[in-house]
């Protein structure tokens, strides 16, 4: 059983377009990563959240934490060609510190 | 940036026979793990370390040790590999042992087991 559910699964769109990509518990964490993975490689973290309500922007990329601490959302402006790669959610819960809790990720492909 | 290497990178092996995969960090982090990833699945901890000799078990511990006799090196072994655990291994470290900042990941182990 998935304690974190990624959805979609899978993404493809045209550069310039816009994507969301939403990660969804019934549990509570202390922070939320998300990471980005190509293929052959480990993932690299992208951002942490921590505060419920959160938003934090990384260039193109923004990211929310819900106000419960349950769920959160990526959401890429104007995608572009290297935005490609799979996206994953991990939680930390609050009673296991540091061992985090990974979604089975998102596929995005992005075209020119 | 926190350096980590895993060996081997790819590995074939027959079914009943033992299985070592190293992960060796340069730098002194006092948490390392050890993953799985599957299709569909995602990443599934296996074991984790949060210093030297003190380790403990994940979700998916059955068929697996490890070992940690060094703070840079954390061994996973599989007793007597089976099919089920073909898989691509990742190791990661937590760089920061004052609060929680996500992973560093190694460039994974891909395992075949025929």
């Known amino acids: 059983t998935q304690l974190l559910e990624q959805s979609p699964q899978f993404l493809s769109i045209q550069e310039g377009e816009n994507l969301t990509v939403y990660c969804n518990s019934s549990?509570?964490?202390?922070?939320l990563q998300w990471y980005r993975q190509e293929p052959g490689e480990g993932p690299v973290l992208l951002v942490t959240v921590v505060t419920g309500g959160e938003v934090k922007k990384l260039k193109r990329l923004t990211f929310q934490f819900g106000d419960a601490r349950k769920d959160s959302s990526l959401h890429i402006t104007a995608a572009q060609p290297g935005d490609t790669g799979l996206y994953l959610c991990?939680?930390?819960?609050?009673?296991?510190?540091?061992?985090?809790?990974f979604g089975a990720g998102t596929q995005v492909v992005v075209t020119p | 940036d926190a350096g980590i290497t895993q060996s081997p990178r790819h590995k074939v092996t027959e079914t009943g026979t033992p299985v070592t995969l190293r992960c060796h960090q340069t730098?002194?982090?006092?948490?390392m793990y050890w993953y799985r990833q599957d299709p569909g699945h995602g990443l599934r901890l296996i074991h984790y370390?949060?210093?030297?000799?003190?380790?403990d078990k994940g979700e998916v511990s059955d068929g697996y040790s490890v070992s940690r006799s060094k703070t840079e090196d954390f061994l996973l072994t599989l007793e007597s590999a089976t099919s089920s655990q073909t898989s691509v291994y990742f190791c990661a470290i937590s760089t920061s042992d004052r609060g929680f900042d996500g992973y560093t990941f190694g460039s994974g182990t891909r395992l075949t087991v025929v």
């Open positions: 991990a939680g930390d819960p609050t009673d296991s510190w540091g061992k985090l809790q």
């Open positions: 730098e002194n982090h006092r948490y």
């Open positions: 549990s509570v964490f202390s922070s």
């Open positions: 370390s949060y210093g030297v000799k003190d380790t």
